[in-house]
């Protein structure tokens, strides 16, 4: 089979106006094109769409991720496919890849086989230019907040006490923690600093939340950016430059609108890592979908453990929206490497490591149907080297959740082989929901993280040091303590050790630091070691990422 690269530069695209105006009904003069192929919905047009009634929400989630791949993503846009084959009127509703991990370990974040968004190219690297509007804003920011404290630091703030870095959109961990201000005193004041990716910055939270061009500038100008000496905050509002920082995102804001290589509309927007941010695509990109289509499909970032929580607690609670129904996506071989498979030994039939690895299978279906209240299908991505007795197998106990498994075939076939996905979806939409949070506003910030912990992770408890128990109490007590919480930990684990494969019980979350999220309106508790900018490894997707003689992108994959 060719590479997705080589399938999607092979696919007929339609011209993005004219797919607007013949499958959604929008005029020329509300789309802003981006070349032939990619286009923004004018923030007007969305605005004019209110009155109409909402289509039926899907989210696609998955298993705990491995390096054997489940394909959430792509089943995303098959199912997408498929609803639109079966008569739906659909579209699906996605995340824009980030330069980090396109040239780092994944490659390119649009899909694969033939179940893709295009251009694909353009979608993995500069598309629209929205995450470099944000590190312009975020930039914009922190350059403020330096440059008032070297012409005299009016606003009294405690150069220990800055909590505002900077970000780029690549991973490079040698930027995790520097020094600024070093030359003497026309280069300001030497502090301690760092570098965090762009995904994990409070402003593509904030791009990610807000519903018009006001709320934006309302909520951009609420981040904490430090502290004074008597620990008061102070805000991007007291720098005075949340207005032009929403300048340079006004653009942004407008959702993009592409196709799938079948012709089904497509809108990509924003990209929170769910392991370090809240993991979904703006808020915007979702309801405006919703207004446009009768069913819209949606996914939310690695495991049902973090982007589909995430997707509950803060995205759901923050914008009102309710998922009619949820798609668990796995795969035979990475059940059985959470079973204890060694990655070259995947294509070999063995039950009993996979009814081991199933554990974590139904984990992740006890959250989605029980914690949070909703209809589900398991969907499990075909690859070759399954035998029927592991799919029997997978059957009979998933069965006995009474949760039905589909095997799909979306990547080699495109929309036709999801189709059995998509009409059980559809019967699910019209199931009753029992949709519900994981906990309460009213919870304390600790029990907030505690629940999160021992009702989904299946932990025992969490821990903290003093210094940030005191911090937890601090924020509580400033007024935040009705904020969710956004875990920011390991996705390749129930647990904070990415070596835990499975579903592992009694272990003890560490919370390691908080971050206030002020314009977002959530706080970041990160447990763990994970990392808020990533380092490449040891042989990155980059070194395979050129430019042929004949001026084609080939590497991305």
């Not at 129904?325 to 059940?335: D, E």
């Amino acid at each position: 089979m060719p590479s997705d690269i080589a399938i999607a530069q092979a696919a007929r695209l339609r011209r993005i106006t004219d797919l607007a105006q013949d499958r959604l009904g929008i005029p020329d003069e509300h789309l802003v094109p981006y070349g032939h192929h990619k286009a923004k919905l004018s923030l007007k047009y969305i605005e004019s769409l209110q009155g109409r009634p909402d289509g039926k929400l899907i989210l696609v989630t998955a298993i705990s991720p491995t390096p054997a791949g489940e394909g959430k993503t792509t089943t995303t846009v098959g199912l997408g496919d498929a609803l639109n084959h079966i008569g739906r009127k659909t579209i699906v509703a996605l995340r824009e890849p980030s330069l980090g991990p396109v040239f780092g370990m994944k490659g390119g974040a649009a899909g694969g086989g033939y179940a893709q968004v295009v251009p694909m190219e353009d979608i993995n690297l500069h598309f629209t230019g929205d995450f470099s509007a944000i590190a312009l804003a975020n930039n914009l920011l922190a350059a403020a907040l330096d440059n008032h404290m070297h012409h005299g630091n009016a606003l009294g703030i405690d150069a220990r006490r800055i909590t505002w870095k900077r970000v780029m959109d690549m991973n490079d961990r040698a930027l995790r923690d520097i020094t600024v201000g070093l030359g003497g005193p026309g280069n300001g004041f030497p502090r301690q600093d760092g570098f965090d990716i762009v995904v994990a910055s409070e402003v593509m939270a904030i791009f990610c939340l807000a519903t018009s061009l006001a709320d934006l500038k309302e909520r951009l100008g609420n981040i904490v950016v430090a502290y004074t000496r008597e620990k008061t905050p102070v805000r991007a509002r007291d720098l005075k430059v949340h207005g032009a920082m929403t300048v340079l995102l006004k653009d942004a804001l407008q959702p993009n609108l592409v196709q799938t290589l079948e012709n089904n509309p497509a809108i990509l927007h924003g990209g929170p890592f769910a392991n370090i941010a809240h993991g979904c695509n703006s808020v915007l990109a979702t309801k405006t979908a919703l207004k446009l289509a009768d069913y819209v499909v949606t996914e939310a970032g690695f495991g049902a453990d973090l982007g589909a929580e995430k997707f509950v607690d803060i995205k759901c609670r923050k914008s009102g929206l309710r998922p009619d129904a949820a798609v668990l996506v796995a795969t035979i071989r990475a059940l059985k490497y959470h079973g204890g498979v060694d990655l070259k030994a995947l294509n070999t039939e063995d039950l009993p490591a996979l009814e081991r690895g199933l554990a974590n299978l139904e984990r992740h279906v006890h959250n989605v149907t029980q914690r949070y209240g909703l209809p589900c299908v398991v969907s499990i991505n075909h690859f070759s080297a399954d035998t029927e007795a592991e799919h029997a197998l997978l059957r009979e106990r998933v069965g006995r959740m009474g949760v039905p498994v589909l095997t799909a075939r979306h990547w080699a076939e495109g929309g036709a082989g999801a189709v059995d996905v998509a009409r059980e979806v559809v019967r699910l939409c019209d199931q009753p929901s029992r949709f519900r949070f994981v906990y309460e506003d009213a919870d304390t910030l600790w029990e907030k993280l505690r629940k999160v912990a021992t009702e989904i992770y299946g932990a025992e408890d969490i821990d903290a040091t003093q210094a940030v128990r005191e911090q937890i109490r601090q924020l509580q007590l400033g007024g935040y303590g009705h904020y969710p919480v956004c875990v920011a930990k390991t996705q390749y684990s129930f647990s904070t050790d990415p070596q835990r494969r499975g579903a592992p019980v009694g272990h003890v979350l560490d919370i390691r630091e908080v971050r206030l999220a002020a314009g977002a309106e959530f706080i970041v508790m990160v447990c763990g070691d994970i990392m808020t900018m990533p380092g490449l490894p040891k042989q990155p997707s980059a070194e395979v990422i050129d430019l042929a003689d004949d001026g084609q992108v080939v590497g991305l994959f």
